[in-house]
Antibody, heavy 124, light 108 residues
Framework: QVQLVQSGAEVKKPGASVKVSCKASGYTFTSYTIHWVRQAPGQGLEWVGW????????KYSQKFQDRVTITRDTSASTAYMDLSGLRSEDTAVYYC?????????????????WGQGTLVTVSS | EIVLTQSPGTLSLSPGEGATLSCRASQSVSSTYLAWYQQKPGQAPRLLIYGASSRATDIPDRFSGSGSGTDFSLTISRLETEDFAVYYCQQFGSSPLTFGGGTKVEIK
């Protein structure tokens, strides 16, 4: 069965960086896109960016363009989200999510599988 | 950026009643690229509808989606206790991908 397993909770100081991992299993990792979505406490969902796990192409929200890097390691079937210059407003649960269809079939249309979420707390 | 506005913010209903949730886009969105999710406290969202009207795998047929252009809706025909949750729409038509602010469906 498809699973996305994320790394554990992080506590960071303002200005620091955090790297969250998302290990995929149960499907052909390189055929799909992996997206990152965050949710601040008590708030809605916010898209951060995505990576095509096959060719490594990325697309980021302009809001995070200067601070986020999404990468992948195909040998480990793992995607990573690196966010730098952390501020208190970045405190949130960060989710990875897999797209509905392989990219060769259709562009992103919905997230069928989600990781369990990683709480990143930014506090001095 | 396409802004998605969901209404109402909160819907108070009883089990067995029907619910209609609205998602209005600031610019036209292709129906192909409009999805709906359900989220319960402490859980990741769950995909309900993609392509505006296609139910995702294992989603009961009491959930249906419709709409086009700038106006989309999610209908729950008869609420069951497990349906009380927050619902989000999301557009994939243009970057940045955006979510609506959510509609909370609560027990009256």
């Amino acid at each position: 069965q498809v699973q996305l397993v994320q790394s554990g909770a992080e506590v960071k100081k303002p200005g620091a960086s955090v790297k969250v991992s998302c290990k995929a299993s149960g499907y052909t990792f390189t055929s799909y896109t992996i997206h990152w979505v965050r949710q601040a406490p008590g708030q809605g969902l916010e898209w951060v960016g995505w990576i095509h796990a096959g060719n490594g192409n990325t697309k980021y929200s302009q809001k995070f363009q200067d601070r986020v890097t999404i990468t992948r390691d195909t040998s480990a079937s793992t995607a990573y989200m690196d966010l730098s210059g952390l501020r208190s407003e970045d405190t949130a649960v960060y989710y990875c999510a897999r797209d509905l269809f392989p990219l060769i079939v259709a562009p992103p249309m919905g997230y069928t599988y989600w990781g369990q979420g990683t709480l990143v707390t930014v506090s001095s | 950026e396409i802004v998605l506005t969901q209404s109402p913010g909160t819907l108070s209903l009883s089990p067995g009643e029907g619910a209609t949730l609205s998602c209005r886009a600031s610019q036209s969105v292709s129906s192909t690229y409009l999805a709906w999710y359900q989220q319960k406290p402490g859980q990741a969202p769950r995909l309900l509808i993609y392509g505006a009207s296609s139910r995702a795998t294992d989603i009961p047929d009491r959930f249906s989606g419709s709409g086009s252009g700038t106006d989309f809706s999610l209908t729950i025909s008869r609420l069951e206790t497990e349906d009380f949750a927050v619902y989000y729409c999301q557009q994939f038509g243009s970057s940045p991908l955006t979510f609506g602010g959510g509609t909370k469906v609560e027990i009256k």
